[in-house]
T-cell receptor, first 112, second 115 residues
Framework: GNSVTQMEGPVTLSEEAFLTINCTYT??????LFWYVQYPGEGLQLLLK?????DKGSNKGFEATYRKETTSFHLEKGSVQVSDSAVYFCALSHPNNNDMRFGAGTRLTVKP | ETGVTQSPTHLIKTRGQQVTLRCSSQSGHNTVSWYQQALGQGPQFIFQYYREEENGRGNFPPRFSGLQFPNYSSELNVNALELDDSALYLC??????????????FGPGTRLTVL
């Protein structure tokens, strides 16, 4: 079945460091891929998405490229800020069903 | 524009009891999805409601049931609570059915503790 595997955390970085959070998926056909962010005490917020191979989603300095050949959707940011501290979830959805499959989440802490 | 709201924020129940969680969808959204998020895990899809009908269900037993009302708000009911039901329950609304067809907007969740 469809599933997502993402890099285990926690990840701790200094401010202005480069961030990569790995995400790989298993799915038939062409799923849509998402990154959601969950700040403490809040619900999930969509960070970015990509709906077809080679699409790049981007938002707030974060980027991820839909790589069908490696079944990956790694999240990157060139220079993290303390305010980026949160839990990040990779997710996929398939046009043939209505559920969204999430990874286990990666907790990021950015220190000043 | 009001976002997705959920009530209550926290709830404590004992094993065997029943619970009802509520969700108000974002204005103009006709689809509501419910997720269970255990501690340290990603959300797991429970079911989706579209225009008052169940429109997809995840791998949850029948004691998890739901409703959607004409104003598109929704309830999640869980009967015969078990300790493993302790989790954060998230509601998400969207403009149309299907997880890939439109963005899902999540509420802050209801934290359920079963003792």
């Amino acid at each position: 079945g469809n599933s997502v595997t993402q890099m285990e955390g926690p990840v701790t970085l200094s401010e202005e460091a480069f961030l990569t959070i790995n995400c790989t998926y298993t799915a038939t056909g062409y799923p849509s891929l998402f990154w959601y962010v969950q700040y403490p005490g809040e619900g999930l917020q969509l960070l970015l998405k990509a709906t077809k191979a080679d699409d790049k989603g981007s938002n707030k300095g974060f980027e991820a490229t839909y790589r069908k050949e490696t079944t990956s959707f790694h999240l990157e940011k060139g220079s993290v800020q303390v305010s980026d501290s949160a839990v990040y979830f990779c997710a996929l959805s398939h046009p043939n069903n209505n559920d969204m499959r999430f990874g286990a989440g990666t907790r990021l802490t950015v220190k000043p | 524009e009001t976002g997705v709201t959920q009530s209550p924020t926290h709830l404590i129940k004992t094993r065997g009891q029943q619970v009802t969680l509520r969700c108000s969808s974002q204005s103009g959204h006709n689809t509501v999805s419910w997720y269970q998020q255990a501690l340290g895990q990603g959300p797991q899809f429970i079911f989706q409601y579209y225009r008052e009908e169940e429109n997809g269900r995840g791998n949850f037993p029948p004691r998890f049931s739901g409703l959607q009302f004409p104003n598109y708000s929704s309830e999640l009911n869980v009967n015969a609570l078990e300790l493993d039901d302790s989790a954060l329950y998230l509601c998400a609304s969207s403009l149309s059915a299907g997880a890939s067809s439109s963005e899902q907007f999540f509420g802050p969740g209801t934290r359920l503790t079963v003792l």
